[in-house]
């Protein structure tokens, strides 16, 4: 297990809602929350479960718009949703091509936990752009579609937490 894993296993802890591991999942980022030298491959906890590796965010996009049976109707909320995972997940390529210019080698442990920190708080600040505009969507839901997107939230969570459990 990668350094980096272990301490997103000691920071965010099995407790965690499902709802929110969704919602990082479904749009924060195209790529993997990474520090300096942490394993390529995304978390199984961070994605959506339809998600497969490589996948672009606009893909995403399109995937979760699907799941959730976004209306008509309902276009003008969900906009605001697409639109900030694009946001979150420009952040993050910015941050991953920032951490390709110094190479692991010439990093110090100090160095690595800077980054580390640079990653959880794209984290942490996508994750906040991201609530406030699914939570005007969701609230602008019928019940039956709020219905909806909580089974497709639900059910990815309870996959990503499989995959570690």
Same mark, same amino acid.
């Given at each position: 297990m990668?350094?980096?894993?272990?301490?997103?296993m000691i920071l965010a802890p099995a407790a965690g809602?499902? $709802?929110?591991?969704?919602?990082? #999942? $479904?749009?924060?980022?195209? #790529?993997?929350?990474?520090?300096?030298h942490a394993d390529p491959a995304p978390l199984h906890a961070t994605q959506i479960a339809a998600a497969p590796a490589g996948e672009t965010v606009e893909q995403r996009i399109t995937n979760l718009h699907a799941s959730l049976k976004v209306t008509p109707a309902e276009e003008a909320n969900w906009n605001g949703v697409a639109q900030a995972m694009?946001? &979150?997940?420009?952040?993050?390529?910015?941050?991953?091509?920032?951490?390709?210019?110094?190479?692991?080698? &010439?990093?110090? $442990?100090?160095?690595?936990?800077? &980054?580390?920190?640079?990653f959880a708080q794209a984290h942490v600040d996508g994750l906040k752009n991201l609530i406030s505009s699914f939570e005007t969507f969701y609230n602008s839901l019928p019940d039956p579609q709020k219905k909806i997107a909580d089974q497709v939230f639900q059910n990815a969570g309870s996959k990503g937490h499989s995959a570690h459990g």
């Open positions: 990668s350094s980096f894993k272990q301490r997103l809602s499902v $709802a929110i591991t969704a919602l990082l #999942g $479904a749009a924060l980022l195209s #790529g993997p929350l990474t520090p300096a694009r946001e &979150n997940a420009a952040a993050m390529e910015k941050l991953t091509a920032d951490k390709t210019l110094h190479p692991p080698q &010439n990093l110090t $442990a100090l160095d690595d936990l800077k &980054n580390y920190e640079k």
